[in-house]
């Protein structure tokens, strides 16, 4: 049920923002325009920080692979070569010698 | 005549097919292993259909975040569109029901496509919409059948393909000092909140926190362009 109202809310929130801009007349304010352009990059760096440190202290392991996997989205900038590099490191490291 | 524009729009989304399913599968793969079930995936596809804020709100499902959580950090992910609609809204007359429609369609893809074409009408926009739309939905569900292929997601360590699939959308928007450094301080900030409050909250923290350090060290420079067909459709849905 939690699921249902959090997808209704999720729905209100894109639905409205897409459907103000096509209603509204005047633009936005150039503060609020900067920081919309900062949005996903403080979220998606929000997102990945905490979730590099894992259970089972395999930080280290989790640590190491995020960096190639970054490496690799920066060359590369192309999702699934960034991913399957992560994973194929992180699976390399998890093997125990 | 309108059937023509309508099928030239939908065409004319091809060119980004290739980048949007294997967006759509990964994102399906993600949602999965966060424990959301096929029909959930499946409906933040078809009822969201905006592909960054599912892939976030994937891993705060994952992460066990509180339902407000996830919709203020859809908010603050999707506001953008507002920017789209004013950019479309003086060239493309909608009324009121074909506005709902397109409304409900708008992505940062279509949007690109539409700003970047001479063709500006609602079956254009509409086919470009629903062009996306309908790959994404295809895509979803090919990775919700991909995922159910997977054996044991636990004991494989799937669970970190979430900071791998957020750090590959992530780098390519750095591009300045800035822009860096407004990841680096979101990413610690969230790390540090993290210790003392699990769930949604660092993340919306952060979000916040940084992006204000962001638009705080570029006020003295002129905006960024609202509209910005060429990175709008590198962007993600």
Known sequence: ?97 | MTGATFLRGFRAMAPLWLGVVPFGVAYAVVARAAGLSALETQALSLLVFAGSAQFSAAGLFGRGAGGAEIVVTTFLLNVRHVLYGLALAPSIRLPWRRRLAAAFLLTDEAFGVVASSRERSFPFLLGCELSLFVTWNISTAAGVALGAAIPDPVQLGVDFVFPLAFLALLVPLLRTRVELAVAVSAGGASWLVSRVEPGGIPIVVAGVLGAALGALLTREQPPPPAVDPESARREVA
Not at chain 1, 8 to 15: H, K
Not at chain 1, 29 to 46: D, K, M, N, Q, S
Not at chain 1, 55 to 63: D, K, S, T, V
Not at chain 1, 72 to 94: D, K, N, Y
């Open chain 1, 1 to 97: 049920m939690t699921f249902w109202l959090t997808v209704a809310g999720m729905v209100a929130v894109t639905f409205g923002s897409r459907l103000a801009g096509l209603s509204l007349q005047r633009p936005l304010p150039e503060a609020a325009l900067r920081f919309l352009h900062f949005v996903p990059i403080a979220v998606f760096a929000a997102l990945v920080a905490p979730s590099l440190a894992g259970f089972q202290g395999e930080g280290e392991a989790r640590i190491a692979a995020a960096a190639l996997a970054a490496l690799a989205a920066w060359r590369t900038r192309q999702l699934w070569v960034a991913i399957a590099v992560g994973m194929a490191v992180f699976w390399l490291l998890r093997i125990p010698f």
